[in-house]
């Protein structure tokens, strides 16, 4: 049995093997900006029209996208917080601005990665934009006023989001090329174990992952 589940696990050498040639081939052709690196994975044995779609989130321990873009919908006190930090947002009256308009709201979700709300606010989303951002996977996160703003935006840059759509393919943002390799190594590590937690089979649902930078090849760990 131990055997079986070895076969399964996630190889250490593999992985640490294909961050190092990932990170090579990057410093070999200087780009003009910092490259992702993402991980993509195939399934195997999932009915998207039967079986259950998972969905889940989990918080990584570095940031894999720095520069992620992310808009405060605020009430006034966080829009001044938001302000301070130079962090983009929108009040109440920008949002009904927008008139429940789907492709204005369609528009708006593809502006930014995540979204964050005051608790008014939220309360408000489904009144004054529709469905829109919730189909586009981007309801905003709460944050209450006993967080720190810009504690909840790192939170926020640093947690990755799996969901099974219609295909049994996907691909979530692991890490970047000014990270170390064991930073790297960390994150893929875990955004990997994670993800089997969610499948039904774990590991016998995994058909293959590969690590790919933006520009780079891509490098099988599994």
Known sequence: MSLILCLYKLQSDALREAITVIKNDSSEKKRKF?????????????????????SGSVKLPHIPRPKMKICMLGDAQHVGEAEKIGLEYMDVEGLKKLNKNKKLVKKLAKKYHAFLASEAVIKQIP??????????????????????????????????????KKVLCMGVAVG????????????????????????????????CLYLKSTMGKTQRIF
Do not use: C
């Not at 309801?139 to 799996?162: D, G």
């Open 34 to 54: 910092t490259e992702t690196i993402e991980l993509q994975i195939g399934l195997k044995n999932y009915d998207p029209q039967k079986d259950k779609r998972f």
């Open 127 to 164: 009144r004054l934009l529709g469905p829109g951002l919730n189909k586009a996977g981007k309801f905003p996160t709460l944050v209450s006023h006993q967080e720190s703003l810009e504690s909840k935006v790192n939170e926020t840059k640093a947690t990755i989001k799996f969901q099974l």
């Open 176 to 207: 970047n090329m000014d990270m170390e390799e064991k930073q790297i190594f960390q994150n893929v590590q875990m955004s990997v174990n994670f993800l089997v937690s969610l499948l039904k089979k774990n590991w016998q649902n995994v058909r």
